[in-house]
Nanobody, 119 residues
Framework: QVQLVESGGGLVQAGGSLRLSCAAS????????MGWFRQAPGKERRFVAR????????YYADSVKGRFTISRDNAKNTMYLQMNSLRPEDTGVYYC????????????WGQGTQVTVSS
């Protein structure tokens, strides 16, 4: 399968910015979609953003639309999440995921990287 490793998390004040990275290895030629999810303290894991690998089409959760930007570097098999205007409610563990088909969901997951936004 695909192995995924997230990096770039940390502590930032409200209104600040962070950029997360997700490096993919293994059977990356099978990747159709890559996405970001997050899990806030005491809550379930929720969708944040996704990108279609071949053509670059993007989609965002309403809560991050206009503040976050997802992108990819095909040559490096790496996905990014640029997070601006961060809010305390953005705090959580951010997970990278990949899927192999349009309707099959996500079947590979990273270990996560912590993002903490202080007031």
């Amino acid at each position: 399968q695909v192995q995924l490793v997230e990096s770039g998390g940390g502590l930032v004040q409200a209104g600040g910015s962070l950029r997360l990275s997700c490096a993919a290895s293994g059977r990356t030629f099978s990747t159709y979609v890559m996405g970001w999810f997050r899990q806030a303290p005491g809550k379930e894991r929720r969708f944040v953003a996704r990108i279609i690998w071949s053509e670059g089409g993007t989609y965002y959760a309403d809560s991050v639309k206009g503040r976050f930007t997802i992108s990819r570097d095909n040559a490096k098999n790496t996905m990014y999440l640029q997070m601006n205007s961060l809010r305390p409610e953005d705090t959580g563990v951010y997970y990278c995921a990949s899927g192999r088909s349009a309707g099959g969901g996500y079947d590979s997951w990273g270990q996560g990287t912590q993002v903490t936004v202080s007031s």
